[in-house]
Protein backbone atom coordinates (compact mmCIF):
# COMPACT_ATOMS: atom_id res chain seq x y z
CA UNK A 1 0.00 0.00 0.00
CA UNK A 2 1.54 3.24 -0.93
CA UNK A 3 1.57 6.04 2.27
CA UNK A 4 -0.67 8.39 1.62
CA UNK A 5 0.19 12.19 2.09
CA UNK A 6 -1.35 12.75 5.33
CA UNK A 7 1.22 10.16 6.78
CA UNK A 8 4.04 12.96 5.70
CA UNK A 9 2.00 15.96 8.09
CA UNK A 10 2.58 14.51 11.37
CA UNK A 11 5.21 15.33 13.98
CA UNK A 12 9.10 15.13 11.73
CA UNK A 13 10.04 13.19 14.34
CA UNK A 14 7.81 10.71 14.14
CA UNK A 15 7.29 10.03 10.47
CA UNK A 16 11.41 9.99 10.65
CA UNK A 17 10.82 6.60 12.88
CA UNK A 18 7.65 5.63 11.23
CA UNK A 19 9.77 5.22 7.89
CA UNK A 20 11.84 2.76 8.93
CA UNK A 21 11.11 -0.32 7.48
CA UNK A 22 9.26 1.53 4.46
CA UNK A 23 9.69 0.18 0.93
CA UNK A 24 11.19 3.23 -1.08
CA UNK A 25 10.13 2.79 -4.80
CA UNK A 26 12.78 4.28 -7.24
CA UNK A 27 11.61 3.97 -10.90
CA UNK A 28 14.33 4.49 -13.85
CA UNK A 29 13.00 4.03 -17.52
CA UNK A 30 11.08 0.76 -17.92
CA UNK A 31 12.93 -0.58 -14.31
CA UNK A 32 11.79 -0.36 -10.21
CA UNK A 33 14.24 -0.57 -7.99
CA UNK A 34 12.79 -1.38 -4.70
CA UNK A 35 14.35 -0.64 -0.97
CA UNK A 36 13.62 -0.81 2.67
CA UNK A 37 14.39 2.33 4.44
CA UNK A 38 16.77 1.81 7.37
CA UNK A 39 18.62 5.04 8.53
CA UNK A 40 16.88 8.41 8.53
CA UNK A 41 17.42 11.97 10.48
CA UNK A 42 14.93 14.50 11.38
CA UNK A 43 15.20 18.20 10.69
CA UNK A 44 12.71 20.70 12.33
CA UNK A 45 12.45 23.81 9.98
CA UNK A 46 12.89 27.23 11.01
CA UNK A 47 14.02 26.17 14.92
CA UNK A 48 16.56 23.77 13.86
CA UNK A 49 19.87 25.19 13.21
CA UNK A 50 21.12 21.85 11.50
CA UNK A 51 18.17 22.99 8.50
CA UNK A 52 18.08 23.95 5.74
CA UNK A 53 15.02 26.13 6.43
CA UNK A 54 16.55 27.55 10.35
CA UNK A 55 15.59 31.13 10.67
CA UNK A 56 12.61 30.31 7.21
CA UNK A 57 15.75 30.99 5.01
CA UNK A 58 14.28 30.78 1.61
CA UNK A 59 16.24 30.32 -1.38
CA UNK A 60 16.04 28.75 -4.97
CA UNK A 61 17.51 25.81 -3.05
CA UNK A 62 14.85 25.07 -0.36
CA UNK A 63 11.96 26.17 -2.11
CA UNK A 64 10.52 22.52 -2.00
CA UNK A 65 10.58 22.41 1.56
CA UNK A 66 7.98 24.97 1.63
CA UNK A 67 5.56 22.83 -0.07
CA UNK A 68 2.96 20.15 2.39
CA UNK A 69 4.35 17.22 3.50
CA UNK A 70 4.77 14.13 1.09
CA UNK A 71 7.22 15.80 -1.56
CA UNK A 72 10.82 14.96 -2.33
CA UNK A 73 13.72 17.11 -1.26
CA UNK A 74 16.66 16.68 -3.36
CA UNK A 75 19.84 18.62 -2.91
CA UNK A 76 23.85 18.59 -3.57
CA UNK A 77 26.24 18.79 -1.20
CA UNK A 78 29.82 19.67 -1.62
CA UNK A 79 29.14 20.06 -5.47
CA UNK A 80 28.59 16.13 -6.31
CA UNK A 81 26.68 14.15 -4.34
CA UNK A 82 23.01 14.33 -4.00
CA UNK A 83 20.67 13.98 -0.79
CA UNK A 84 17.61 12.61 -0.88
CA UNK A 85 14.66 14.03 1.51
CA UNK A 86 10.95 13.40 2.54
CA UNK A 87 9.14 16.90 3.09
CA UNK A 88 6.74 17.04 6.38
CA UNK A 89 4.47 18.53 7.90
CA UNK A 90 2.92 21.99 5.96
CA UNK A 91 3.85 24.56 4.04
CA UNK A 92 4.17 26.83 7.46
CA UNK A 93 6.45 24.13 8.95
CA UNK A 94 9.23 23.85 6.09
CA UNK A 95 10.81 20.34 7.75
CA UNK A 96 11.78 16.98 6.36
CA UNK A 97 13.52 13.57 7.01
CA UNK A 98 16.94 12.82 5.65
CA UNK A 99 17.24 9.24 4.12
CA UNK A 100 20.66 8.11 5.14
CA UNK A 101 20.39 4.14 3.70
CA UNK A 102 18.13 1.81 2.31
CA UNK A 103 18.73 -1.84 1.82
CA UNK A 104 17.88 -3.24 -1.26
CA UNK A 105 15.64 -5.79 -2.11
CA UNK A 106 18.06 -7.85 -4.33
CA UNK A 107 20.85 -7.37 -1.92
CA UNK A 108 22.86 -10.01 -0.06
CA UNK A 109 21.48 -10.44 3.50
CA UNK A 110 24.91 -10.66 4.54
CA UNK A 111 27.26 -8.13 2.04
CA UNK A 112 30.77 -7.14 2.56
CA UNK A 113 31.30 -3.98 3.43
CA UNK A 114 33.18 -3.29 -0.49
CA UNK A 115 29.74 -4.05 -1.19
CA UNK A 116 27.53 -1.75 0.38
CA UNK A 117 26.32 0.87 -2.05
CA UNK A 118 23.06 2.18 -0.36
CA UNK A 119 24.85 2.75 3.04
CA UNK A 120 24.50 6.63 3.33
CA UNK A 121 23.08 9.64 2.05
CA UNK A 122 25.14 10.26 -1.23
CA UNK A 123 25.53 6.55 -1.92
CA UNK A 124 22.27 5.97 -2.23
CA UNK A 125 21.79 8.67 -4.12
CA UNK A 126 24.24 7.90 -6.84
CA UNK A 127 23.14 4.16 -6.67
CA UNK A 128 19.96 4.52 -8.22
CA UNK A 129 20.37 7.91 -9.80
CA UNK A 130 18.52 10.36 -7.87
CA UNK A 131 19.27 14.06 -8.88
CA UNK A 132 17.73 17.49 -8.96
CA UNK A 133 15.50 15.91 -11.70
CA UNK A 134 13.58 14.19 -8.47
CA UNK A 135 13.28 17.53 -6.65
CA UNK A 136 9.33 18.28 -5.64
CA UNK A 137 7.83 15.35 -6.57
CA UNK A 138 4.62 13.59 -4.80
CA UNK A 139 5.96 10.44 -3.01
CA UNK A 140 2.37 9.27 -2.76
CA UNK A 141 1.78 9.09 -6.00
CA UNK A 142 2.16 5.30 -8.26
CA UNK A 143 2.90 7.15 -11.36
CA UNK A 144 5.62 8.93 -9.67
CA UNK A 145 9.43 8.54 -10.16
CA UNK A 146 9.56 8.17 -6.63
CA UNK A 147 7.12 6.76 -4.23
CA UNK A 148 7.26 4.80 -0.57
CA UNK A 149 5.01 2.19 0.59
CA UNK A 150 3.90 0.14 3.24
CA UNK A 151 4.57 -4.02 2.82
CA UNK A 152 3.46 -4.71 6.30
CA UNK A 153 7.09 -5.35 7.40
CA UNK A 154 6.88 -4.88 11.38
CA UNK A 155 9.52 -2.47 13.35
CA UNK A 156 9.34 -2.51 17.23
CA UNK A 157 10.60 0.58 19.17
CA UNK A 158 13.35 -1.91 20.45
CA UNK A 159 14.80 -2.23 17.29
CA UNK A 160 15.49 1.53 16.57
CA UNK A 161 18.24 3.66 17.68
CA UNK A 162 18.08 6.82 18.07
CA UNK A 163 21.65 8.87 18.08
CA UNK A 164 22.88 12.76 17.45
CA UNK A 165 22.81 13.46 13.41
CA UNK A 166 26.13 13.27 10.81
CA UNK A 167 28.14 16.18 9.64
CA UNK A 168 26.14 19.03 11.77
CA UNK A 169 28.71 19.99 13.92
CA UNK A 170 27.86 23.87 12.66
CA UNK A 171 24.31 23.70 14.35
CA UNK A 172 26.04 23.99 17.96
CA UNK A 173 23.74 22.18 20.48
CA UNK A 174 21.43 20.82 18.23
CA UNK A 175 24.27 18.71 16.66
CA UNK A 176 23.79 16.86 19.69
CA UNK A 177 19.69 16.44 19.40
CA UNK A 178 19.05 12.42 19.23
CA UNK A 179 17.58 12.72 15.73
CA UNK A 180 19.57 10.43 13.75
CA UNK A 181 17.59 6.96 13.94
CA UNK A 182 18.50 3.49 12.25
CA UNK A 183 17.60 0.03 12.60
CA UNK A 184 19.36 -1.88 15.00
CA UNK A 185 22.17 -4.54 13.62
CA UNK A 186 21.09 -3.94 10.29
CA UNK A 187 24.28 -3.86 7.70
CA UNK A 188 23.20 -1.22 5.72
CA UNK A 189 23.55 1.64 8.38
CA UNK A 190 25.88 4.00 7.11
CA UNK A 191 27.74 4.38 10.31
CA UNK A 192 27.29 2.18 13.68
Not at 98 to 114: S, T
Amino acid sequence: MILPQEFYFDDTTSVAKALLGKVLHIKSGKEEHKARIVEVEAYLGVEDPACHTFGDRRTQRTKSMYLDGGHSYVYLIYGMYHCLNFVTRTTEHPEAVLIRAVQPFEADHNPKKKDLKTNGPGKLCKHYGITKEHDGLRLWKKNSELYVSDDDFNVSSKQIVACPRIGVDYAGEAAKWPLRFYLKDNLFVSKK
